[in-house]
């Protein structure tokens, strides 16, 4: 595939991603617990592979070439495939998994009713909800970030929707020491989104143009500087989890 597969394109900017977003254990409990007794799962959009259970029988499926390349060799191999077009047949695993990866396809709601079609049990999906993004501090300094990166996100009530039976909705929590570096990840270590090596691997800094990226990050430095970042959210340094926009959503057939 030389298209890029969803609105980034991980083909030109996706080669160092594993080293930042990499799977956190605090989130993975609510992923596996979520397969339940699954014993085969398709991972769609499945990246370096980040939350793949390791006790069950993992089939991936990612577009890139550049993310296939970065998994771990104590891995299988990714299919090359798209969400929209899953080369499988009907009822073909226990269950289905998708981490933080239908914000990016050009068709959520195809690809996620082919992972219920290809799955006989639970459909377990690891989202963002766009409507409650603002809501994290980051709003202060780069709101074009938050006006870029909320509209990507299809509604829980969609994805529920497209998935069909009966679905559960929660909201995740985050820990303080959270390795998997979205944005919201950074909620009490604010220093760490200055570095540029932490904003290339989240995608939605792509749709911000460089001078508002630049110049919020410049306000968020001045103000963790001068202490008026702490004296709003100086609290959040020892707040042990934080509730934001994560969601999981769980369709039980």
Known sequence: MTRPAGDFDYERHGAAYSARRRTDPVIASYVHAA????RTVLNVGAGAGSYEPDDRRVVAVEPSAAMRAQRSTQLA?????????????????????????????????????????????PVVILTF????MGDFWLAEYAPEFIA?????????DAI???????AQITAIPVP???????VEAYYGRPEALLDPAVRSA???????????????MRRLADDLASGAWDGR?????TQPQYIGSLRLVVAIP
Do not use: K, N
Not at 148 to 156: D, F, G, H, N
């Open 129 to 132: 909800d766009g409507a409650a």
């Open 35 to 38: 397969l339940g007794s699954a």
């Open 148 to 156: 870029a990166e909320s509209p990507r996100y299809p509604t829980i």
């Open 77 to 121: 191999p990714a299919i090359a495939a798209r969400a929209e077009h899953l080369p499988f047949a009907d009822d073909a695993f226990d269950g289905a998994m998708a981490t933080i990866t239908v914000h990016q396809w050009p068709d959520a709601d195809g690809g996620l009713r082919e992972m219920r079609r290809v799955a006989r049990g």
């Open 233 to 237: 959210h100086g609290r959040l340094r």
């Open 176 to 182: 303080l020491a959270c390795a998997d570096g979205f």
């Open 202 to 216: 989240q995608s939605a800094w792509g749709f911000v143009e460089r001078a508002a990226e630049e110049r919020g």
């Open 160 to 166: 529920a929707a497209a998935l069909g039976g009966r």
